[in-house]
């Protein structure tokens, strides 16, 4: 599993260098909840194992005590990199002055300056805090 994800995907643990590989401009939160803190980033990598200009990057903060996480997508916002929830109860709610959804209250979408953004808590983070880490995207 972890050799297959290496041939597919594109690991930094520098956060200093995620601008580099992307087509846009990452903005890592400002705020994340006690305990958790940048992790790695993720890029698919294109067939020739390349990674490069890239639209899309996914982004981990891992609180090492308790071993949970809080998974992030950035994705140039275009045709390909739209997509539709298929979640069960959304909510709308703003996202510094910017319309977001939050679905089946685990996970936040929204757009800001040309770029998709999702976080998913996965009910490791109360709802509250996935917006206040939404906010801090700045």
Not at 49 to 75: A, C, H, P, S
Not at 108 to 130: F, M, Q
Request: proline residues 1%.
């Amino acid at each position: 599993d972890e050799k297959m994800r290496e041939e597919e995907y594109l690991v930094v643990k520098d956060s200093n260098e995620l601008n580099d590989y992307t087509c846009f401009n990452v903005i890592l939160p400002s705020y994340l909840p006690e305990g958790f803190e940048f992790d790695r980033a993720e890029f698919y990598k294109d067939e020739n194992g390349i990674v490069e200009d890239t639209k899309y990057i996914n982004l981990y903060f891992t609180n090492e005590k308790t071993g949970k996480f809080i998974w992030m997508q950035q994705r140039f916002a275009d045709e390909e990199t739209g997509y539709v929830t298929g979640a069960n109860k959304v909510e709308e709610v703003k996202i510094n002055g910017i319309d977001a959804i939050i679905s089946d209250d685990k996970d936040i979408d929204w757009e800001a300056n040309g770029v998709l953004y999702s976080i998913l808590g996965r009910g490791e983070i109360t709802r509250v805090e996935l917006i206040k880490i939404a906010e801090s995207i700045k």
